[in-house]
């Protein structure tokens, strides 16, 4: 999920805070859920998936996670805004064509070693390849968000943009999610850990902040690829930061750039080390991150120097310039309600960088049904 590397490579400007202490909690912040992420990290835990596996489509320990979750921020917090995916994103049908069948595979085979010993040692990993969020979950978690005295927000599309624009607009301070594409979206975000996701119930909660890179930069440019020192450097804005971000995605990886052969996502030969080095060549030769295009991104990979350039090059796409429009106008461009949680709310649905779609003669949103106006 989300952008290749990203979280390892910022965790310079990670901070550990405490719910509980004054000068460092998150009494003063609203936050923004994104819902599926929980969703789906209640349903992985081993008793909630082995029920989805036999059949039963809402555990309730899975969404007693989730209450229990949603009910601890409102707790810690000043506020929480729920937000749910709504439709799947049209340029990702046949990745999520290709995860269903992977899903339904998964559950074919724990049913039949949960069937032939229930200690398999198997079973564990099968049963959290098998989990899908389903629609009878997400009804009762959207009715446990409303019993919890929460609006329930249900995004057009991926909660991602939905959240950023929440963000951009003052309506959210932190983002909690595990979603990379927000933190390349220029959000705070507080992160719920894949390994434990409930982890910021015990008090120890980690704040990725992209306003942090500067004083936390290393003094010297390291040897290894390190973003938080190009964030330093070359971000030192909102908007620079989010497109030396989305550059990032476009180079090493996200879920908008599948390479054609199937075999990754990216430019092939394009790793993090590498797509440091283009980034670096950018920010000295390119002029503000925030104006660099595709064809000067392009230009710096075949300017910089590193080492995987020659395979890199060989490599390279005759359309790797619209390849990497494509990946910045799939996080800018996708619909989002434009006006919710204003005081005159329509249901507006617009692209995340602003205006109208008509503003945008070229976008790929023009041939996509979007769902009705509706102020819920």
């Not at 049908?93 to 039949?112: F, L, M, P, S, V």
């Not at 959290?128 to 599309?157: D, H, N, Q, W």
């Not at 500067?214 to 390190?226: L, N, S």
């Not at 030192?236 to 199937?262: E, I, M, P, Y």
Request: net charge neutral.
């Amino acid at each position: 999920m989300g952008v290749t590397a990203l979280w390892p490579l910022l965790e310079l400007i990670a901070t550990v805070v405490s719910a509980t202490a004054p000068t460092r909690g998150l009494a003063d912040e609203v936050v923004g859920l994104d819902m599926s992420v929980l969703i789906h990290a209640a349903l992985e835990a081993p008793d909630a998936a082995l029920e989805l596996v036999l059949g039963n489509p809402a555990p309730a320990a899975a969404l007693a996670r989730v209450r229990n979750a949603v009910d601890w921020l409102t707790a810690h917090c000043k506020g929480v805004v729920c937000v749910f995916d709504g439709a799947p994103r049209p340029e990702k049908r046949a990745e999520e064509a290709q995860r269903k069948q992977r899903r339904e595979d998964a559950t074919r085979k724990a049913r039949d070693a949960y069937r032939k010993s229930k200690n398999d040692p198997a079973l564990r990993q099968l049963l959290r390849e098998a989990v899908s969020i389903t629609p009878e979950f997400k009804r009762e978690c959207v009715y446990t968000v409303v019993e919890l005295g929460l609006r329930p927000i249900m995004a057009p599309f991926e909660a991602d943009g939905q959240l950023a624009w929440l963000y951009e607009r003052g309506h959210a301070s932190l983002i909690v999610t595990n979603d990379g594409d927000l933190l390349a979206l220029g959000c705070r975000v507080l992160r719920i850990e894949p390994a434990r996701p409930f982890m910021f119930m015990d008090g120890a909660p980690r704040i990725y902040d992209l306003g942090l890179a500067v004083a936390r930069m290393p003094a010297t440019q390291p040897d290894g690829p390190d973003l938080t020192w190009l964030l330093g450097n070359y971000g030192k804005d909102a908007a620079s930061t989010v497109q030396l971000l989305l550059v990032w995605a476009a180079l090493s990886g996200c879920d908008f750039n599948h390479r054609s052969d199937g075999k990754g996502k990216g430019f092939k030969w394009i790793g993090p080390a590498a797509a440091c080095r283009v980034l670096q060549y950018l920010g000295s030769h390119s002029g503000k991150a925030s104006e660099w295009t595709a064809q000067q991104v392009v230009a710096a990979l075949r300017a910089a120097e590193y080492r995987s350039k020659a395979a890199a090059l060989a490599a390279l796409p005759s359309d790797a310039v619209q390849q990497i429009e494509a990946v910045f106008a799939a996080f800018r461009e996708q619909p989002v309600l434009q006006d919710v949680l204003e005081r005159d709310e329509t249901g507006l649905i617009g692209p995340l960088c602003g205006g109208s779609y008509s503003d945008l003669p070229r976008s790929a949103w023009h041939s996509v049904q979007l769902p009705a106006a509706s102020t819920g």
